[in-house]
């Protein structure tokens, strides 16, 4: 499925030659195995985390979004990683966008896609969000020997 997303949204993006299609835009950090004392939440305790709506496909299977699709927006990051684990780890993912000073975008949509060893997985907002020019994306799973995820984010 992911695939065939990047497929059609890659010949979308060719297509229309939109320039602000990628995902240099994008701060992330590595799929980071993480314990209690280095994971999101003890680190920022201050942090009041929003969680993202959250669609269980089938097992190891979610997707999260936040926002709608609005006339006007476009793509404005693409981002995918994946990782594998020797053995069960407690993970997580932090985006943030953008990466540097304000691109003036106002985001409408956000949806990340993602699929795990694990059953079940976190999608937050930590900052920012829908309506606004930021967004810090946070994902979380524990226990799980493989974290894989494709990031979409729209605005205009
Ligand atoms: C992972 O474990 C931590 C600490 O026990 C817990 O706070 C958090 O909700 C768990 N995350 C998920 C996605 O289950």
């Known amino acids: 499925m992911f695939l065939v ?35 999101y939440t003890t680190l920022n305790p201050d942090t009041q985390l929003t969680e993202m709506n959250k669609v269980k496909h089938s097992k190891g299977n979610i997707v999260f979004t936040a926002g709608e699709r609005a006339s006007g927006d476009r793509l404005i990051v693409n981002h995918y990683d994946d990782e594998n684990f020797p053995s069960a780890k407690d993970v997580e993912v932090l985006m943030s966008y953008p990466a540097g000073a304000s691109t003036g975008v106002t ?10 060893a694990a059953d079940d997985a976190g999608g937050y907002l930590t900052k920012g969000g829908i309506g606004q020019t930021n967004v810090e994306i946070l994902l979380t799973s524990n226990q799980t020997r493989s974290f894989v995820y494709e990031t979409f984010i729209y605005g205009y």
Do not use: F
């Open 5 to 39: 997303l990047c497929l059609v949204l890659g010949i979308m993006a060719s297509v229309s030659g939109q320039p602000h299609a990628r995902a240099s835009d994008l701060y992330y950090t590595d799929i980071t195995p993480v314990t209690d004392e280095t994971r």
């Open 107 to 116: 985001l409408t949509s956000i949806e990340v896609y993602v699929d795990m």
